[in-house]
DNA sequence: AATGAATGAGCGTTCATTCAT
DNA sequence: TATGAATGAACGCTCATTCAT
């Protein structure tokens, strides 16, 4: 007996789908944006970066909606012009952080290196736009709130996680073909690539204060196993 | 793949618990129970129980203590005659659930086997004794609620993870010693060599419903990724 | 016997503005107005017919303020530009409304018909200006609200049914006069003739979806029952 | 798009249907109540007292839960013991207040009197059981709240207006065949010899600070026109 | 005049905790 | 010991009202 209807979650969901954005770039004919407009996404921003802290802090049920505000430096009920209700902040908040992410992955299945550098770089950038950025955070409260957000995992799944597989399979199966790659079961479980990365992520944020993780070490350790280099 | 059967976790819960009291019926030195004294202990175990079914479902805030009551057959207030607050009875359960896990892993390093074989078995006792049983779900929630409690994840670093990492730390040594193993790394980051257990147990619980994970094969992969083993 | 079509509702609310401004185009005392004034007065008249439908809908404390503007075609705050507050655009609205209304009854005083005859009238003018008309739902929302807002009580009262009934009490009291009508007691209790009118008004609104009745039968059956007439 | 969604309150309208009690009167093995149970009973009733009142007073939508727990000197989550919530608190009132009332009436049809004086009497009863009680006050709030609150409309009709012209029809068809009434259409219209009680309720509510109205003699009136009888 | 973003008091509801029985 | 009725602080959300533009 979960707290939330499914149906309410799956309705939201749908709007979760990217909308097709109508604003392209070039639009010549986008009328500058007044000071109104400008006002009100910064109020977005600050909503979402005050609701990021919140929920990091204190986990989605014990995040409190007037400690949001107050952090965001507005009013409890400004949230309200801006979100449907707590629910949809947090998963506004998911995809708003998730989305770039993906774009960089995916970037990765385009470029034509030898596998084994482009795991260095792939560590590289991992650990600048996801390690000890807010980023972790989100994906730490996705997998922690997950479960009772099965709209969230849903979301998270499909727009993030199933793209970036997708792109790192592409990489695997070329460094495979190429002999680059021994272990071509990575390509069925790319959670084994993933793994350290989640582990990182979860040490520092549980353990971190008693027993600091060298998370980049471990990353370029776990690439050297998966190559078989290094050590000798 | 569906979490599994209440009644088959009930029924392995009861397994976990004999551990706390050594006494066995014959054993003089200790006075014989009361009745009362019986009563007493089975009702905390099953507050125990009950507390691990709401807390692994719903997440330590959303868990009402009143569904814990009523799963574990006592009144609301009878909770408060075994648990300080509703915190205790969180820190108590995982205290409790994880006082076993460090034997049985402990016991691996007394265990004189070549360590590829280790490694296998050890995949075998992680599969049955962890994935699919409630040990699985009260490691989700030290994770998953570490960061608001401190205490507790110190506690569960200074009892479980040094430990076992400790007995790990044997093992890679000998096995590096003797020439199995390649990778000193892994002496270093012995999480590198839990991360995919970690990945599986994350993975099911969010992502099961909508793409589950074959654990086993998975961890297989693992090892004969850390062995250079396969695939060929 | 659904309540009635918004439109044909509007258009019979136009009909009764009017009545507000008794200038006309060639009232030579008044000034011209300026199509400023013209456009503020269709603003005003807009904002009461949104708020009639609103408050008959909901009921003074569910209507939402937002909701009135939406439908007058205003922005939230344009209401408070004509109206101090909420009650005071109730209170405003009720009184515009009920105004045209005595002038109406008022008018019966002054035909010199013989009773029965004036009685069938009054039943068709009644049947045709208050029954499903947003008439109705004026005296209802008086009625209903009544209790709360007393100087709204007050001012219906000493404006419309003080006068209302003084015009009744003369034409019953020639009625009586004449022999055309044995019940004095009804020159003592107007309501009594009022009686199924509101309970025609009431029954429609509350139990009209389970159960529609027929109000100009009713009221043609409470006439033969006031002058002994008919059914034999 | 009215607030509460209808089929929660169809729901819950089926919980109104009069639940067959169990506990006969004469029932032998009927434990007596407890004290528990007694100062239980005994507070369900200091808050629906209280709730009549501040109904009463303020309406459904204005009326406070904290100033019914007040008045019924029990904390606010009290009520939520007795009642799921502000519309269930709300029809368990009306239901409690108006079933009473329906036994009353029918018992008028067994009674075998001439029609006049069971008239005469019927206003006594009306006079004494439902004016200057609060019965009158539930009466008012379903004809407020009705329209909002179909379930309790379509409850009230079912459970105590049917049953009551179902009364009315048949003593008044007893009188025309007996011929102590003219009006058949009365038959076809109970509402019109309700009709003049419902003024009085309305009216004293409303107007009765302004120009109290002499409901007993009023009603006494309206007896005398429908049989035709005195003022001469 | 008109707007609508912003405010914040207010209320229904929940639930950990207490305590009389 | 055990109960579960009672409590009341806490929080999500609403909406009348304000005010900078």
Redesign the pocket.
Known sequence: MP?QSPSRLTARLESLRPAASTEKPGDKTAKPKG??EV??AA?KEAILAAALEEFSTSGFA?????DV?KRA??????I???F????ALFQDLAREMLQPLVAHVENFATIDLPFPALADSMIDVMTHELLGTRRQDIIRLILTEGPRFPALAEFYYREVLSKIFAAIGQVLQRAVDRGELRHKALIEFPQLLAAPMLVAIMWNSVFGAISPLDAKAMLKAHVDIVLNRGDA
């Open positions: 707290p000071a109104r006002r009100s109020r014990a995040a409190r909606l007037e505000a430096g507005v009013a409890k009920g400004t309200y012009l801006y449907a209700d707590k629910e």
